[in-house]
């Protein structure tokens, strides 16, 4: 909220303790809107950390303050999957175009795991040292 000071005359107490209340005023107001954005952003960060198990994913600030919501798989990728263009490091300026990019990680991710097959389509010859 914007608060018109120049009418008053800071000169005067009267003044200048309007002038504090105007000023008090907004920075409770600051302050609230402050809480409910982090708020905000604590819940888009706890819907896709529910969402996306398969990745840390956090916010931070770079050496510019900036914020960036940021996401790293919490598993080794295969040179396959790189190759198909998961990346190793996901960041994006909001909640949304993470999600969206997290998506589309996962597609590639099932794209590749789902044409290689079952993990174990041969475990006797795994076990017996041989390849499958």
């Not at 998506?103 to 475990?123: D, F, M, R, V, Y």
Request: aromatic share 6%; with cysteine.
């Amino acid at each position: 909220m914007y608060w018109d000071t120049n009418h008053l005359d800071a000169d005067t107490k009267a003044g200048l303790d309007e002038l504090l209340r105007a000023t008090a005023q907004s920075v409770r107001h600051a302050s609230a809107l402050a809480a409910l954005i982090q708020d905000f952003r604590d819940r888009q960060l706890s819907v896709l950390r529910g969402t996306y198990p398969a990745w840390d994913i956090s916010l931070e600030l770079d050496s510019t303050e900036r914020l960036w919501w940021t996401a790293v798989p919490n598993r080794s990728l295969t040179v396959e999957l790189v190759a198909e263009g998961v990346m190793r490091i996901v960041r994006c300026e909001d909640a949304i175009a993470l999600a969206a990019a997290l998506a589309w990680q996962s597609t590639l991710i099932g794209n590749i795991e789902n044409a290689a097959g079952p993990p174990h389509s041969h475990p006797a010859c795994q076990l017996q040292g041989r390849p499958a």
